[in-house]
């Protein structure tokens, strides 16, 4: 099969030709039609995060059809759409996995990073940590939601119920989580790089009341989530959240935070991180994606173009999600 192989960080990937993975116990094979490239392949092909399973096929926003099960897996039909998220497995005996945050799990496989990912024709899974899919829209459209979707859902869900919403970096996550926001009735502020006023257009046409650069202060907020990898960011949201109000931290990496006087935090302001996901985010999230609906924006490459896509989100010029398509 052919996929896109990291070899070593710090350097591109390269088209392989790979034997076909066999689908092991529990394990479905899965034939890709869609993968969505997330920052947290960039921060991996970069050296962000350490110790990556090399050579590594990249990719955990994983939409396709059933084409193989092994021993025991019946959990799918053959031809069954379905998605490849980010949690992988987990053990399932660890104080986290037994206190229902699997997404803490001390052992825990993710795709793309452990184990192979979506950048290729075909993927293994284990079935148990597969998420069926709703029918209705297109596997491109729907990849983004296995990870931006997931990921940012999780965060707006540990910020309460703000009225007032800001949203730190307007790329995939922020641009499906402004959407459910705003079906469930929040004011939603956008913030971008200063001065990028495509990316402010994009999230007043999503329903935001209100976009800007980064360094304005519109009105007080309930709670934020900062999506750039921007530790400066931390000490901005603050200042912008009234008392009470949570600031998620929504990337599995960001830049040194600066050091900030402690008034920013009094008022029991909470600043915190979002970690992974729990097969529960999944189904509830992608129950709560149709219900809206979400209308994921993309923009697909054939899979040999993995690292223009990467390099398109490096420098922030994809609007939405890159989406691979094989
Ligand atoms: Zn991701
Ligand atoms: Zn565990």
Redesign the pocket.
């Known amino acids: 099969m052919r996929a896109m192989v990291l070899g070593r960080q710090r350097e591109a990937p390269q088209p392989t030709e790979l034997p076909e993975p066999q689908p092991g116990p529990g394990q479905v094979l899965v034939g890709v039609r869609a993968c969505g490239v ?3 392949d960039l921060h991996i092909v970069d050296g962000e995060l350490a110790e990556p399973n090399l050579p590594l096929v990249l990719g ?2 994983v939409v396709g059809r059933v084409a193989g099960r092994g021993e025991g897996a019946e959990r799918f039909e053959t031809g069954e759409r379905i998605g490849i998220p ?1 949690l992988g497995w987990t053990c399932g005996e660890c104080r986290y996995c037994r206190s229902g945050r699997e997404n803490l799990c001390v052992r825990a496989r993710f795709t793309g990073y452990s184990v192979d990912g979506g950048y290729a024709e075909l993927a293994v899974a284990d079935e148990r940590y597969c998420l069926p899919l709703p029918a209705g829209g297109s596997d491109a459209e729907t990849a983004p939601l296995l ?2 979707g997931l ?1 940012g859902y999780r965060a707006l869900r540990l910020c309460g119920e703000p009225e007032r919403l800001g949203l730190y970096g307007f790329g995939a996550s922020a641009h499906i989580v402004c959407q459910v926001a705003v079906h469930q009735g929040r004011r939603v502020f956008a913030f971008t790089r200063p001065g990028d006023t495509a990316t402010q257009a994009f999230a007043r046409e999503l329903g935001a009341e209100w976009a800007g650069g980064s360094d304005e202060r519109p009105e007080e907020l309930d709670a934020a989530i900062i999506f750039a990898p921007v530790g400066a960011l931390v000490p901005h949201a603050l200042r912008a959240t009234a008392k009470g109000g949570v600031v998620v931290c929504g990337g599995i990496h960001m830049s040194d935070i600066p050091s900030f006087p402690y008034e920013l935090l009094w008022g029991e302001r909470v600043l915190r991180s979002v970690a992974n996901l729990t097969r529960r985010d999944g189904e509830e999230f992608l129950a709560l994606a149709s219900r809206v609906p979400v209308r994921t924006q993309i923009e697909t490459f054939p899979l040999e173009q993995a690292n223009e896509a990467l390099a398109k989100l490096r420098a922030g010029d994809v609007r939405g999600t890159a989406v691979l398509v094989p």
């Open positions: 997330c920052r947290t955990h926003q980010w990870c931006a990921i």
